[in-house]
């Protein structure tokens, strides 16, 4: 079982800056990729930026330029800072883990995410 806890979250005014924490924890895993996700009231969820195990980002077209995704597989730890910030951004925001079962083969672990509000 891994574990995901995401810490960052809070309120803030357009044109803010928030930066969110996801430690990943548990017994003998490997974490593939990692990735933040929001849902906003009454959407559907949807991808903010996935990080691949090499480093390499993606982001949302939404976030392009003012997000930027980081991890420590060190501390099994993925970041998403987050500037110029608009009140569309408000939403809960999830961290999610591909982590490795066999080879070529992946469980996705949901943290219980954090809210972000950003006010006009």
């Known amino acids: 079982q891994v574990q995901l806890v995401e810490s960052g979250g809070g309120l803030v005014q357009a044109g803010g800056s928030l930066r969110l924490s996801c430690a990943a924890s548990g017994n003998g895993f490997n974490i593939n990729a990692m990735g933040w996700y929001r849902q906003a009231p009454g959407k559907q969820r949807e991808l903010v930026a996935v990080?691949?195990?090499?480093?390499?980002?993606n982001y949302a077209d939404s976030v392009k330029g003012r997000f930027t995704i980081s991890r420590d597989n060190a501390k099994n730890t993925v970041y998403l800072q987050m500037n110029s910030l608009k009140p569309e951004d408000t939403a809960a925001y999830y961290c999610?883990?591909?982590?490795?079962?066999?080879?070529?083969?992946?469980?996705?672990?949901w943290g219980k995410g954090t809210l972000v509000t950003v006010s006009s």
């Open positions: 999610k883990a591909e982590v490795v079962v066999t080879v070529g083969s992946y469980y996705n672990y």
């Open positions: 990080i691949t195990s090499g480093g390499s980002p």
